[in-house]
């Protein structure tokens, strides 16, 4: 099934300005929705594909090497925000699983001024800290795959969605698998639109080009065509 044309800044998402950059939610449906590897993946191909300054907002526990376990971790905010990101040859990764989700606003607002999309991948996220990201975003996108029990759990998360008042930034993107269902059973199923069928490296590249903004997506075809 083709992913949907509609432009992903109509999801409904709190744009504070028609100039603000946009922020999208990564989400897991389910433990082994491989969520994660999508947030990292789609970072890299909008930085490597379209030239965009992108952050990875990553709430993983990977931990904090640099601070003993006895001692403090420091407050991320704007003004420890250097502290927590690490510079990469593509895009930029902020460690964000210490936010508190009272700073989360602010946080997102100091990553619009600094980078052209924020993707924040929130696989292992906190529910408050979850909440307010999704609450920022301009896109919300729920990682399942298509097997019928995968869909299942992926209607439960679409359910909450609805019970915050969430959903009309919400879409699926779906992983498929061997004897699943397509991408309208899948719609029927949870409610969502199927923003991507990710079946491949080129699922991620389609996804890409439809969340790059219009003014850019005409750029890079232009630059690719002269090359």
């Known amino acids: 099934m083709e992913m949907r044309q509609s432009d992903p800044r109509t999801f409904g998402g709190p744009r504070k300005t028609e100039e603000a950059w946009p922020v999208y939610a990564i989400v897991p449906a389910h433990v082994g929705s491989n969520a994660e590897s999508v947030a990292r993946q789609l970072s890299r191909e909008l930085s490597e594909g379209f030239r965009l300054s992108v952050l990875l907002a990553d ?6 090497p640099l601070w003993g376990v006895e001692r403090p971790k420091p407050r991320l905010d704007g003004r420890t925000w250097g502290g927590f990101v690490t510079h990469g040859q593509t895009f930029d990764t902020l460690e964000a699983r210490e936010a508190d989700p009272r700073n989360i606003s602010r946080l997102l607002d100091h990553a619009r001024g600094r980078y052209q999309v924020t993707c924040a991948d929130l696989s292992e996220a906190g529910e408050a800290a979850a909440f307010e990201v999704m609450r920022q975003a301009e896109g919300i ?6 097997d019928s029990e995968s869909i299942e759990l992926a209607s439960h998360r679409a359910a909450w969605f609805r019970s915050m008042n969430l959903e009309d930034r919400a879409g ?3 992983n498929r698998v061997r004897g699943g269902m397509d991408g309208a059973d899948a719609e029927t199923r949870t409610g969502l639109p199927v923003c991507a069928v990710l079946d491949g490296a080129r699922g991620i590249d389609q996804f890409a080009r439809w969340l790059a903004p219009t003014k850019v ?3 890079v075809v232009e630059f690719r065509r002269a090359g």
């Open 141 to 146: 996108f729920l990682v399942a795959d298509s």
């Open 172 to 174: 699926l993107l779906l």
């Open 59 to 64: 709430f993983c526990s990977h931990g904090f």
């Open 217 to 219: 997506r005409a750029s």
